[in-house]
């Protein structure tokens, strides 16, 4: 197998649930959680007799992601009834749109993997209810239906077939989570399943313009996952087709523990659905002074915030990058800047200890337990010098344990930097008196060795020692000698 005798080509359908208080055709919560089949009723039961009324505020969020995204708005929308039977679907259809979504045309920019600047199409963003949720009883042998997620709005953004890598999809996949983060219109929970993506993939030989055959893998709500079913799935097809075999259209299922696709069932186009408009629900028509007010009402956006960042705060382009890619990042940098006006050494600590952490517990930036005023007191205790910077690291840690204010946790552990000179002078004739062979060397030139000695002085006080006054302390020492 040659990847370097193929061509990738990958499309998405992202559906994201809209941060509404209420379904998409009722009054029902949208909230995530409750006990099974709580918050449901006749409508999204779909009970005879009951008569569905659009949620205004989806239309709205919908125009507001379209705009975010440079579509152009369809004035003239409808919905349509999409026919599929699946036990999670109280309808036996789902309601959504065919040929009249409500955005179009639109477009978002990412780098691909060389930092090259890259435009993603998106065909069309429409709007539509979620179906429910199946439980699948280990013990019991049987599935259980839970309706509460039935009826929640989402919108689906479809992209053109422009992603060209396992990486072009996450960067696309980030970028366009950032997007709805800051407008508002999705929380983006992926552990709650607010943001999936269904992911076409195909191979064509190099050379070749017609499209290859694609396969499906649905309700993928984790970047890592993503990537990984990607490069499966690339490596999965050029094998059939260079065994001599034809890749058929399907859905499949990825396994994460054993890192491979499954089938699931025969992938459906547009004609097995067999839309027709929704008889129960009238057309869509939005005015220009509708689409104008939501294009004044949308906040500042990524690429926008990003370009501040770097006239502003002075930041770096890698910096300035990593903390807009985050709506929840960006807000705790900017309102701890405000606190303690430092902005390099805020970001410093958001984008190296901070993130870290948020990988290692594989927490989502909203799942910050601490707020902008802790750690605009840590930043100051560190310039105060109360604390050294490596207690400081001690501090992040306890902070997504115990959320509290810095000082009463560094009281608490003992953790007040020792600044008093006698105490340090002391430890400095300790280190130097064990580790004569530094002193010879820092003498010969060799000035790395004040760094071992502070490091080892800084280890004799876990931490404790002011670290400016130990090197300074040191040279004085080793000078004098």
């Known amino acids: 197998m040659s990847r370097e005798n193929y061509e990738v080509i990958i499309g998405l359908e992202v559906h994201a649930e809209l941060s509404t208080k209420t379904k998409i055709f009722c009054s029902c919560p949208t909230e995530f959680g409750g006990a099974p089949n709580t918050h449901c009723c006749p409508i999204c039961m779909a009970l005879p007799g009951t008569l569905p009324v659009l949620n205004e505020k989806v239309v709205e969020y919908a125009v507001r992601a379209g ?16 026919n599929y039977f699946y036990p999670d679907l109280p309808k036996s259809y789902q ?5 009249k979504p409500l ?8 780098e691909d993997e060389n930092g090259e600047k890259k435009t993603i199409r998106l065909t069309r963003i429409h709007i539509e209810e979620d179906a429910g949720k199946l439980n699948h009883d280990e013990f019991g042998g049987g599935t259980l239906v839970d309706l509460n997620r039935a009826g ?15 990486c072009d999809v996450d960067h696309y996949l980030k970028k366009l989570k950032s997007i709805l983060e800051y407008i508002e219109v999705s929380d983006c929970k992926m552990q709650e399943g607010s943001f999936r993506a269904d992911v076409n993939v195909s191979v064509r030989k190099k050379g070749e313009t017609k499209l290859g055959t694609r396969t499906e893998m649905k309700n993928m709500n984790s970047f890592r996952s993503i990537t990984r079913a990607i490069e499966y799935e690339i490596d999965r097809q050029i094998d059939v087709i260079e065994d001599g075999g034809i890749i058929e259209q399907e859905t499949l299922r990825w396994d994460d523990v054993s890192g491979k696709t499954f089938s699931m069932r025969d992938k459906e186009d547009a004609q097995d659905y067999r839309y027709f408009p929704d008889p129960d629900l009238v057309a869509i028509r939005l005015s220009d002074e509708y689409i104008e007010n939501i294009k004044k009402t949308l906040p500042e956006l990524p690429e926008s915030r990003k370009e501040r960042y ?8 890698r910096d300035a990058n990593l903390l807009t890619a985050s709506k929840y990042l960006s807000n705790l940098f900017e309102k701890t800047t405000a606190i303690c006006k430092n902005a390099k050494i805020t970001a410093n600590w958001i984008l190296s200890d901070i993130s870290r952490i948020l990988n290692e517990k594989e927490l989502e930036p909203n799942q910050i337990p601490f707020t902008e005023e802790h750690l605009a007191e840590l930043i100051s205790l560190i310039e105060k010098g109360t604390i050294s910077s490596a207690i400081a690291k001690k501090v992040v840690e306890e902070l997504f344990e115990n959320p509290n204010n810095p000082s009463k946790i560094i009281e608490e552990k003992g953790w007040i930097q020792i600044s008093d000179e006698g105490a340090i002078r002391e430890v400095v004739l300790q280190i130097l008196q064990a580790n004569p062979q530094s002193v010879v060397d820092y003498k010969a030139g060799k000035e790395r060795a004040i760094g071992f000695l502070v490091g080892q002085a800084m280890k004799q006080t876990k931490g404790k020692a002011n670290p400016q006054m130990l090197n300074k302390m040191f040279v004085e020492e080793i000078t004098k000698s």
């Open 310 to 317: 770097l006239q502003e705060f002075g930041l770096s382009q």
């Open 152 to 166: 929640v709005p989402l919108i689906e953004i479809v992209s053109e077939p422009d992603l060209r890598s396992s």
């Open 67 to 82: 705009l975010a995204t440079n579509c152009e708005i369809e004035q003239n929308s409808k919905n349509d009834r999409k």
């Open 103 to 110: 955005c179009k045309k639109g477009w978002i920019e990412i």
């Open 95 to 99: 309601i959504s749109q065919f040929d």
